[in-house]
């Protein structure tokens, strides 16, 4: 079962950028790019570094400690597509932006 959760204000993040978001247990990286937002894990796969600071270009980030890239919107790795870091839904509600979650420690 999944739960819907207040990510951020749309204000609160410039256009093309990201930043780590905590929330519910849970770490995630929240990017806007022409004024659509995404949310993807904030993990990279290879050592697990923070996504929502790495440099975006488009819609790709780059993990800031060894340089991997990804998809923001699909969370595909750019060099091994079929590799892929968590998504998850996003929806703007009036000023405010929510994603969807799972609901942590129900059963």
Avoid at 2 to 29: E, H, M, P, Y
């Amino acid at each position: 079962m999944a739960i819907w959760t207040r990510l951020i204000g749309v204000d609160d993040l410039a256009d093309n950028s990201g930043r780590v978001v905590s929330l519910r247990g849970l770490t995630v990286a929240a990017f806007k790019v022409d004024g659509r937002f995404f949310a993807i894990e904030n993990k990279c796969l290879h050592r697990g570094g923070p996504l929502g600071e790495g440099q975006l270009t488009d819609r790709t980030v780059v993990c800031p400690w060894h340089g991997w890239r990804y998809d923001v919107e699909t969370g595909e790795l750019e060099l091994i597509p079929t590799l892929k870091v968590g998504t998850y839904k996003v929806e703007v509600r009036g000023d405010e932006v929510f994603i969807e979650i799972p609901e942590l420690g129900r059963k």
